[in-house]
């Protein structure tokens, strides 16, 4: 199973960007998709997971920004970011939860490369 994600880049305070992941490989079904970010010296942080029903959960400091949505035929998951701030760069990584494969019984999670947004102010 493989992550691939997109979207990030340079954008100034105020603008908004659009990341986008897709799993791809022989998966049977993922629990759940979401987004997480890092930044140089801390743990990776939560920032929106959406499960397949539709059920999402936010870090507080972004749900009023950020929108998490998901396409489960596509396994891609989205994150559309607004009024994006200098605190916001980071890394962000797509991560695939309890993902089952052809074949296997067991669930396993995964991680994306992750790609770079960075805020000017």
């Not at 954008?11 to 993922?30: D, E, F, K, M, P």
């Not at 009023?64 to 396409?71: H, P």
Request: with cysteine; aromatic share 10%; hydrophobic share 30%.
């Amino acid at each position: 199973v493989q992550l691939v994600e997109s979207g990030g880049g340079l954008v100034q305070a105020g603008g908004s960007l659009r990341l986008s992941c897709t799993a791809s490989g022989y998966i049977n079904s993922i629990y759940a998709m979401g987004w997480y970010r890092q930044t140089p010296g801390k743990h990776r942080e939560l920032v929106a997971t959406i499960a397949t029903g539709g059920s999402t959960n936010y870090a507080d400091s972004m749900k009023d920004r950020f929108t998490i949505s998901r396409d489960n035929a596509k396994n891609t998951v989205y994150l559309q970011m607004n009024n994006l701030r200098p605190e916001d760069t980071a890394v962000y990584y797509c991560n695939a939860e309890r993902v089952v494969v052809a074949g296997s019984p067991h669930e396993y999670d995964y991680w994306g490369q992750g790609t770079q947004v960075t805020v000017s102010s």
